[in-house]
């Protein structure tokens, strides 16, 4: 066999071999389980779509795009590794548009790679040195000279059709764990595009009309959440802020354990846990976020619906009608905004404020704003905080206001400067994640103390309902280590997903702590109960003051329709089927009958069902009687 072809098939092995390590990584390291014909499959296919260039162009050239067809396949799968790491799903192909969001967090990104990461790029480097020996080589072309169209076309269809037959595998109750690996990043890509597109075919488009069965779930809909509603009159704290302002603090990062904790005879949190001593405490609730992450967090305390399965929410239902907490507050009158220090960007939040009702969006770089002290990703939450209770004074003075507030300083990789470091720490905690997180959590309580005391200068504080909550975990799984080591915590799923939730009313001096579980889906309720709000809101959460049996339930961050509750806990498989779950006893940690976690299932399932019906078809619009059903 003569040389040249020789090598173009040692070329079309290393490629190969290549795919076929990075896919066996990502899978191992994503899901935990390789799906070895399909990996085999769709290292197969990517590798007859590489070397696709090599018959079309007939000379070296080709070598390059093939190299850059490698390139590709070999950056997305890694991407979804390292995305998957922080973020806890694969890229979907809605973010292609806020590909800018990746310098925001690039030193994020980087705290997320890890050196053994190298082995994910072992093919490039032999395709590398194997191009560059290639190129090398005196006279002899490394082509026949004649284009081979139609075996390069057959090559392609080939390679596309190896990566479908994973995909078809797939179905739409799979994580994205699972997609990975059981089918292998591309083909999971391929699946989630392939759904992307349906949704956006008007067949599946909130036009369509809507059949009797889906009219008759709008009115069962409708009953399941007035019941859910009443109960919000047994409070014995229902009303006592009617009229009231609304301070809402969502405090980047924060997890639970941090309330109460000391380190070297110092509080990380003094200011919160003062607030706590005249506040309703609730220690067991629990993040619900999607892939929106912070803007999730934010979109489920304002609107007690869930996230979007797809993306953020902020992104996929940017155009969609809501009756968020800032839309019910407009309508008694209040002027509402939002205050983040990051590029109004981020997250689409310059775009998603508004159908969310906020009035006014200040974000760094606002004129309002002037250019404040800057940390980290954006403005310091000690300015933001200052110039909002500025603003606030100023718009109190015409009519009650809600201003929702989402601090920035305390974000991951948690690298505060020294100047603002002002635990001291022992040595043992210098230049760790867990030292640096307790340093920027300390600065935002900090921060926290600072703007009560403002508003209490300002004459605000008697007349405002604050609220503090987490939006989603700070350190990580692979810190558990740490934090057993230097803290004696237990970082579990329960410790990583729970989030402090404080709510001070107006003259409130005695503090009232709940065990009850619950999560930010409560949030919303909470407070329309405490300001009295007495109208149909249409919420998946409970008023967390008359809660009376504790659950939570999950579609991301963890297998979705897994749920924690007070009696059971549910870990659900990651095929989606319910028997394959594991139900767990809370009290003796044992394992139980799976059925005994079917009524909470079923539940966590019907809720995560209607909040995508209504946002599906966009229903807001008829539940609020702006269009007929
Ligand atoms: C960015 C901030 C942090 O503006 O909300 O976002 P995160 O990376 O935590 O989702
Ligand atoms: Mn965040």
Not at 152 to 162: M, N, P, R, V, W
Not at 279 to 302: C, K, M, P, W
Not at 586 to 592: D, I, L, N
Request: hydrophobic share 40%; proline share 4%; charged share 20%.
């Amino acid at each position: 066999m003569e040389r040249r072809r020789l090598l173009y098939i040692l070329w079309g092995l290393v490629i190969f071999a290549g795919m076929a390590s990075v896919n066996f990584f990502s899978m191992t390291e994503i899901f935990g389980k390789v799906n070895y014909i399909n990996l085999v499959l769709s290292s197969f296919g990517l590798s007859l779509i590489c070397i696709c260039p090599l018959m079309v162009t007939g000379k070296k050239r080709g070598l390059i795009f093939s190299l850059c067809l490698y390139i590709i396949f070999n950056v997305l799968i890694y991407s979804d590794v390292v995305y998957e790491r922080y973020y806890d799903g694969i890229l979907s192909i809605e973010m292609i548009s806020q590909v800018t969001q990746v310098n925001a967090i690039a030193d994020s990104i980087f705290t997320l790679i890890k050196p053994r990461d190298g082995f994910y790029f072992v093919g490039l480097v032999v395709l590398l040195i194997a191009l560059i020996y290639m190129f090398l080589q005196r006279g002899e072309d490394y082509a026949s000279g004649k284009k081979n169209t139609t075996f390069s076309s057959l090559s392609l269809l080939a390679g596309i059709a190896l990566l479908l037959v994973p995909a078809w595998q797939i179905k739409a109750d799979f994580s994205d764990q699972l997609k990975v690996g059981m089918a292998g990043a591309v083909s999971a890509h391929l699946y989630d595009t392939y759904e992307y597109l349906m949704e956006k075919s008007p067949v599946f488009a909130e036009q369509r009309s809507l059949t009797s069965e889906e009219k008759k779930k709008i009115e069962d809909m409708k009953r399941y959440f007035q019941a859910r509603q009443a109960e919000h009159k047994n409070s014995p704290f229902y009303g006592v802020a009617k009229g009231k302002n609304l301070i809402m603090i969502q405090a980047e990062s924060f997890n639970n354990f941090v309330v109460g904790l000391k380190v070297n005879g110092q509080e990380v949190t003094p200011n919160l846990n003062k607030l706590i001593k005249e506040s309703l405490y609730f220690n067991h609730i629990y993040l619900q976020i999607g892939r929106g992450n912070t803007s999730d967090a934010e979109f489920v305390a304002n609107n007690s619906l869930y996230p979007s399965r797809k993306d953020g929410a902020y992104r996929t239902y940017v155009d969609k009608t809501f009756y968020s907490l800032p839309i019910v507050l407009k309508e008694e009158g209040y002027i509402t905004s939002a205050a983040h220090g990051n590029s109004p960007e981020f997250w689409n939040r310059k775009n998603a404020y508004k159908s969310q009702g906020y009035d006014v969006f200040y974000y760094k770089g606002h004129p309002s704003i002037g250019s404040p002290d800057i940390l980290g990703m954006g403005i310091s939450d000690k300015a933001m905080f200052h110039k909002m209770a500025e603003i606030y004074k100023k718009q109190s003075e015409k009519q009650p206001f809600y201003g929702f507030i989402v601090t920035l300083s305390s974000h991951r990789p948690f690298q505060l400067p020294a100047r603002v470091q002002k635990l001291s720490l022992p040595k043992e905690f210098q230049n760790t994640m867990t030292g640096n997180y307790l340093q920027s959590v300390h600065y935002t309580d900090e921060a926290l103390g600072e703007f009560i005391q403002d508003l209490k200068e300002k004459g605000l504080w008697d007349n405002t309902l604050l609220v503090f909550y987490g939006d989603h975990y700070g350190p990580l799984p692979d810190n558990a280590g740490e934090l057993k080591k230097l803290l004696g915590i237990t970082f579990d799923k329960k410790t990583m997903f729970n989030i402090p939730l404080v709510i001070h009313y107006p003259k409130q001096t005695k503090p009232v702590e709940y065990d009850v579980i619950g999560s930010q889906m409560d949030i919303f309720p909470t407070i329309s109960s405490l300001m009295g709000i007495d109208k149909p809101l249409y919420q998946l959460g409970f008023d967390l003051t008359t809660k009376k049996e504790g659950y939570v339930g999950f579609r991301h961050e963890i297998v979705p329709y897994t749920f924690f509750s007070d009696s059971y806990d549910y870990l659900a498989s990651d095929d989606g089927e319910f028997s394959h779950g594991t139900c767990t006893d809370v009290k003796t940690g044992k394992k139980v009958d799976v059925e005994k976690c079917r009524r909470n299932y079923e539940r966590v399932k019907y809720e995560i069902d209607i909040s995508d019906f209504i946002f599906d078809h966009n229903l807001f619009d008829i539940l609020l009687k702006k269009r007929s059903l």
